[in-house]
């Protein structure tokens, strides 16, 4: 195969289009492209033809007169998936009635060994992936007949009757299984891949800083001018993108078809859509409508409500007396047999094989991907979504086989660099458009407020364009758009509309304050400081997350605190109350589920390790353990509380508490005085008024087992200070002036918090210590809160109003801010035209220590 290099695609495609002489095939996913620059060389193309692959390959399995072999359609491979998983038993794999996703991802795996001729029966040492092999061996021998990619479909028909030279922009086709086909071909054909890899090109300045510099460190200058806008959110950003292009149109005289906006994220197609609507501006859209907006879905998944059969066929029937299109009729007696499925399963099922519709206009503004980004003419392109995570876009190590899975075998798809700098390629491609201007794009916060930042990218276009900062006139979009778009001529919505917008989407107070819940505890508190919205869902309306029948964190970390209460005193004792915990709680999850005894019996060795350190710790000090499972009980702030403390250690009259924690937590006195992290504080108070005691600390014990540079079971002296280093505790303790509590720790007490004392005595900066004087200053702020929460609960008061620290970004945050992880996202739906965040401040401790 002969091969042409080189960055510049549309210089390669121009060179070509001049010297090629025909007939010949040019195989591409961007046909359009590849057909306007060359006919921008010809008045029309003879005896050259742009073609997909898959239309390609229609041409020969139509030469070869094979018209029934197809590809599984995605709705067929979820309904044979279901039927597999339910009806077979695997090592790593179990079915329940939410395994769509699971499913999906299986899926999109066997068509990722597939399309690179991954073959399954290799050996592996590591016995997990050993037994995901075997599972995805069994499930892809079960699939009935048919081909999972076109690759597959054609390949045993490449023979000499192939007579057209072909060209082929290979980037296009990054699998293997594309790669040996072409190899194949050129057994009978000449085949010329063009792809892009650094070559010796002849590149003016602007082009040779793109492609070498755009993603590296060198000190750059300006080669090129450009624009840049920003929007409050991506709605915003897209309405000025809008009005600017629209004000264009008409001080430049210049023509839709002039300008071309290329996007990372689908959500910012359905903005462009709106806004564009609203102006009146034709462009290339492709209308994608889900399946929650289809109308036969949505009588479907209304009716099951009243539906009472249990398998396919009866669900079906009862379907398909409703009032839905023939075409889906027809489409659902595909499915119809005798596995058993419930109407809730069954809504899942058709979400997955309803197919969007796509309506696509041919003229006016090009609207395209980063993938179809390209065009054979200059254009006034903009380039969207310039933020963290979306361009570049951050790609990640998920799936049913991991990035260290695929790295073994041989061969192997596109690992994640691999993938970066594919993209990376892209994205470099993109910026060599031939172009009359270009123009730049982020938001600031997203849709649901959530703080964004302009990628790293856009940091470096400052540095190689002189940027023109653009504020197009947003009065060229004449209605409020939010929410009006969504009014309906004498409907009862439009009463709807204006109710949500006159309340700002909040809730109304709640009378009946019994609804709140009648208890109270610290954990409760602090979930209403965070949201008071998440606390009546939880607490009052007591909605909870569906329990997975999978094995849930939750359970592991049950499993830990019970081996460090039995085992602390005798690690060797670790294996038999595992066992017999196991037996107890987990003997349905842990038999016959390799998988989940793979993590449990990990868990328990990294228990022993953990178990072991601790007690290290102790020998280190005069620290002693007097109790675990503490319970204790008082009253704070006028408030009675009681809770259970893991451990409590004393050294003479004084206390210091241990909470054991599966991930790394500190104690954090600016978020203790606004009313959050107080529940060390709270329990020491307590312990120390109902035991008479002194206060000597509040540590967080991180049970999570680190990753060392070396370990050793000898436990010689370097050794045993580098492991003890990286298990320290963490949080503060409490000196009086006379140090006793930190002299408590041993001679070497960083080794068991981050508290290094200098030989006159004095504490080295950083020192997690704090005074009892501080303390008590701490929790009168402390008790004020808890007073301030209890009357506010009991007022009714529950507003959407989550808490975000000033100048923290949501995504990144996982101090404070609570709509990160939690679970009544689609219950609140937090707006980000209506509602707002709590800020509190950063450095208010800082502040107030200052002031004191």
């Known amino acids: 195969m002969q091969i042409i290099k080189g960055m510049h695609l ?97 899926i999109n795996t066997l068509k990722k060994i597939h399309r690179n001729n991954i073959t399954l029966e290799q050996f592996f040492e590591d016995t997990l992936l050993s037994k995901k092999c075997e599972d995805l061996y069994t499930i892809n021998s079960l699939v009935p007949g048919g081909y999972w990619t076109i690759e ?102 210049l023509q839709y078809e002039d300008f071309m906006i ?95 519709k796509r309506e696509t206009n041919k003229t006016g503004v090009i609207v395209t991907s980063l993938e179809k980004g390209l065009t054979a003419t200059q254009k006034h392109i903009y380039l969207t979504g310039i933020n963290e995570t979306f361009l570049p ?120 304050t019994n609804k709140l819940g009648r208890g109270v505890s610290i954990s409760r508190l602090e979930t209403y400081n965070k949201c008071p919205f998440s606390y009546y869902i939880k607490y009052g309306l007591k909605i909870t997350e569906k329990r997975e029948d999978t094995l849930q964190s939750s359970e592991l970390g049950s499993l830990c605190h019970y081996l460090m209460e039995k085992c602390l005193d005798d690690e060797s004792l670790v294996d038999q109350e595992a066992k017999h915990y196991i037996e107890e709680n987990l003997k349905e999850k842990y038999d016959g589920h390799p998988m989940n005894q793979y993590f449990i019996n990990n868990l328990i060795e990294d228990m022993k390790m953990t178990i072991k350190i601790i007690q290290k710790q102790l020998k280190l000090g005069d620290y002693v353990p007097i ?64 035991e008479n005691k002194d206060r000597a600390g509040m540590l967080y014990f991180n049970m999570k087992r680190r990753m060392l540079a070396r370990e050793d079971d000898s436990w010689g002296t370097s050794i045993q200070r580098e492991i003890l280093k990286e298990y320290r505790m963490e949080g503060y303790m409490v000196d009086d002036g006379s140090t006793k509590s930190v002299k408590a720790l041993g001679i070497s007490p960083d080794l068991v918090t981050p508290i290094r004392v200098k030989k006159s005595g004095e504490y080295y900066n950083g020192a997690k210590v704090v005074s009892p004087d501080e303390l008590d200053q701490i929790m009168e702020y402390v008790e004020k809160h808890i007073s301030e929460l209890y009357e506010k609960i009991h007022e009714g008061l529950i507003p959407i109003h989550p808490t975000l620290m000033e100048g923290a970004q949501p995504a990144n945050d996982f101090k404070v801010y609570p709509c990160n992880y939690c679970p009544y996202k689609s219950v609140c739906l937090f707006d980000v035209f209506e509602n707002e965040n709590r800020i509190i401040a950063k450095d208010m401790y800082k502040k107030l220590k200052g002031d004191d």
Not at 305 to 323: N, R, V, Y
Not at 402 to 418: G, I, S, V
Not at 662 to 688: H, P, R, T, W
Request: glycine content about 2%; hydrophobic content about 35%; overall charge negative.
């Open 152 to 253: 597959e479909m054609v390949e045993d028909l490449i023979d000499d009757s192939l007579k057209t030279p072909l060209y082929i922009m290979s980037d296009d086709y990054p699998h293997i299984a594309s790669k040996e086909l072409f190899k194949k071909i050129d057994n009978y054909v000449p085949v010329t891949l063009l792809e892009m890899t650094d070559a010796d090109e002849v590149l003016n300045e602007y082009e040779d800083t793109i492609i070498h510099h755009l993603f590296d460190n060198v000190d750059v200058h300006n080669v090129a001018k450009g624009r840049i806008i920003t929007g409050g959110h991506p709605m915003q950003e897209c309405m000025k993108i809008a009005c600017d292009i629209k004000s264009r149109i008409v001080n430049e005289q």
């Open 262 to 356: 290329i996007t990372n994220q689908a959500s910012y197609s359905d903005y462009l859509t709106i806004c564009f609507d609203e102006l009146n501006i034709p462009a290339t859209l492709s209308q994608n409508e889900t399946c929650h907006y289809n109308s036969d879905y949505r009588k479907m998944s209304r009716s099951l409500s009243e539906c009472k059969g249990h398998t396919f066929k009866e669900i079906i029937q009862f379907l398909q007396k409703q009032d839905i299109s023939a075409s889906m009729i027809k489409t659902l007696d595909a499915y119809k047999c005798d596995d058993e499925i419930s109407p809730e399963e069954f809504d899942l099922f058709l979400q997955c094989i309803i197919p969007g």
């Open 393 to 512: 876009l951050e790609i990640s190590d998920k799936g049913f086989l991991m990035e260290e899975d695929y790295k073994q075998f041989n061969p192997h798809p596109l690992l994640l660099d691999e993938q970066l700098q594919a993209h990376y390629k892209r994205i470099i491609q993109v910026l060599l458009n031939p172009y009359l201007s270009y123009t730049f794009s982020y938001s600031k916060k997203n849709m649901a407020a959530n703080e964004l930042i302009p990628s790293i990218l856009m940091s470096r276009l400052s540095d190689l364009f002189e940027l023109e900062y653009i504020n197009p006139p947003l009065n060229l979009i004449k209605n409020n758009l939010y929410l009006n778009q969504s009014r309906i001529d004498e409907d009862p919505i439009n009463r709807l509309i204006d109710h949500y917008k006159m309340t700002s989407n909040q809730p109304e107070f709640i009378k009946d």
């Open 627 to 690: 109790a675990k499972e503490k319970e204790i009980s008082g009253e704070i702030g006028g408030v009675p509380f009681s809770g259970i403390i893991d451990r409590v250690d004393e050294f003479e009259n004084m206390v210091r508490i241990v909470d054991y924690k599966s991930s790394k937590k500190e104690v954090d006195f600016n978020l203790a005085i606004q009313g959050f992290n107080i529940q060390m504080l709270v329990y020491l108070d307590m312990l120390c008024k109902q």
């Open 10 to 106: 549309n210089k390669k495609l121009n060179e070509l289009a001049e010297h090629l002489q025909g007939p010949a095939y040019i195989i591409t996913e961007n046909t359009e492209y590849v057909e306007d620059l060359f006919l921008n060389k010809y008045s029309c193309l003879f005896d050259i033809e742009v073609l997909t692959l898959k239309q390609y390959i229609d041409k020969i399995l139509i030469s070869h007169k094979q018209f029934a072999r197809h590809i599984y359609s995605q709705a067929d491979l979820v309904f044979i998936m279901r039927h597999i998983l339910s009806c077979h038993t695997f090592n790593t794999i179990q079915f329940s009635s939410n395994s769509y996703e699971m499913i999906l991802e299986l």
